[in-house]
């Protein structure tokens, strides 16, 4: 289960420390045998984090919803459920055919309507090389986290599904309209 929520929310929150400040980024990761694979722009301060830090904290977000009492016909208190994966890990650099192979696999993971994906050493993706810092993020240890009214009766967790299911969907349609009329407000 834990592998699956990576594959299907690959966009993680990434935590390092460095003295006493904490600096996050977020990028998506492949899961690839007991490593995190991911790539960042090297002009991205955390790409020089990741070069002199070791221990990173990861935390992938799946579905997640608050669940209101008025779903249900049994009295209840309102709830949050989620799903998150905490992942620690060390930091390793790529070597450029580590960083080829990884744009390839999370391209082909990623991407369903590329046409012929990703093929190796192509030119376009060659020039861009010099400008991506890879590394994989050795895990150490993962705990996942679900609070998916798991402990109530069958009835009441296949509401709560069923309320994820459309708050979700409601709730990237209002995000989605946001962007749409910024961006139209922008174009005028």
Not at 58 to 67: D, R, S, T
Not at 126 to 135: A, N
Not at 150 to 168: C, R, T
């Amino acid at each position: 289960m834990i592998q699956e929520i990576v594959k299907l929310f690959p966009l993680a929150t990434l935590i390092l420390v460095e003295k006493d400040e904490i600096h996050t980024s977020f990028i998506p990761l492949i899961w690839k045998d007991s490593k995190l694979l991911g790539h960042i722009d090297v002009h991205n301060p955390m790409s020089k984090l990741l070069q002199k830090q070791k221990a990173v904290k990861v935390i992938f977000h799946g579905p997640e919803n608050y669940i209101s009492p008025g779903h249900f016909t049994s009295p209840e208190f309102p709830t949050y459920n989620y799903m998150k994966v905490e992942v620690n890990t060390e930091a390793v650099e790529m070597n450029k055919d580590e960083l080829r192979t990884s744009i390839i696999e999370m391209t082909e993971l990623l991407d369903h309507q590329f046409p012929d994906n990703l093929k190796g050493k192509e030119e376009r993706m060659e020039k861009t090389m010099d400008y991506i810092y890879g590394f994989q993020l050795k895990v150490i240890d993962y705990t996942g986290r679900f609070k998916m009214s798991q402990d109530k009766p069958k009835a009441h967790f296949l509401k709560a599904i069923e309320v994820l299911q459309k708050e979700e969907v409601k709730r990237h349609e209002e995000i989605l309209g946001y962007f749409t009329n910024f961006q139209t407000k922008k174009n005028h």
